[in-house]
């Protein structure tokens, strides 16, 4: 009998591709019900007991302060060489508020490259998430660095870990 089924479905291609669809659809609508899948969507007419069988997570938006507090007080001393202030002195100034992997970096900065410029505007969170975000700080020049900032290695407090001219999206 088995065989006799297999033997009529495989005779015409068109036939088994509607057996095919048909079977799927067949489990598709019987794995629904069994799972509960009603097919109510979101219609505004659900009660209680809907409610509890299906756990609503809110999605956590991190606060953004301490991040762009952190690269405007970053850039504010990066920007430009204070006069009297020594390649050294800047260095030691930034160290603070990098990463220890950045503030490296920064040893091999050439100051004579800065912006020489200090911020100005508003600052505009350009990525947020739980532990890092970017920022893009405009300077007074009418240009803007954006400024990857990241949760703190070991402290909670933010901490720089790049610095690139914005040049847009």
Same mark, same amino acid.
């Given at each position: 009998?088995?065989?006799?089924?297999?033997?009529?479905?495989?005779?015409?291609? /068109? /036939?088994?591709?509607?057996?095919?669809?048909?079977?799927?659809?067949?489990?598709?609508?019987?794995?629904?019900?069994?799972?509960?899948?009603?097919?109510?969507?979101?219609?505004?007419?659900?009660?209680?007991?809907?409610?509890?069988?299906?756990?609503?997570?809110?999605?956590?938006?991190?606060?953004?302060?301490? @991040?762009?507090?952190?690269?405007?007080?970053?850039? /504010?001393?990066?920007? *430009?060489?204070?006069?009297? =202030?020594?390649?050294?002195?800047?260095?030691?100034?930034?160290?603070?508020?990098?990463?220890?992997? @950045?503030?490296?970096?920064? =040893?091999?900065?050439?100051?004579?490259?800065?912006?020489?410029?200090?911020?100005?505007?508003?600052?505009?969170? /350009?990525?947020?998430?739980? =532990?890092?975000?970017?920022?893009?700080?405009?300077?007074?020049?009418?240009?803007?660095?954006? !400024?990857?900032?990241?949760?703190?290695?070991?402290?909670? *407090?933010?901490? !720089?870990?790049? !610095?690139?001219?914005?040049?847009?999206?």
């Amino acid at each position: 009998m088995v065989a006799d089924f297999i033997t009529w479905l495989c005779k015409s291609p /068109r /036939r088994l591709v509607v057996v095919s669809l048909s079977a799927i659809i067949l489990i598709f609508v019987i794995g629904s019900a069994a799972v509960g899948n009603d097919g109510k969507t979101g219609s505004g007419n659900s009660s209680d007991d809907d409610m509890s069988q299906t756990a609503v997570t809110a999605a956590v938006v991190p606060a953004s302060d301490g @991040y762009v507090t952190t690269a405007v007080n970053f850039v /504010r001393l990066w920007a *430009e060489l204070k006069p009297g =202030e020594t390649s050294a002195d800047w260095l030691a100034a930034l160290t603070p508020l990098a990463t220890p992997d @950045y503030a490296t970096a920064l =040893e091999t900065t050439d100051t004579s490259t800065l912006p020489g410029t200090q911020p100005e505007g508003e600052p505009v969170v /350009r990525f947020l998430a739980q =532990e890092s975000s970017m920022i893009a700080v405009p300077l007074a020049d009418g240009s803007s660095v954006l !400024v990857t900032v990241v949760a703190g290695e070991g402290t909670s *407090e933010p901490m !720089v870990s790049d !610095v690139q001219p914005n040049t847009g999206d």
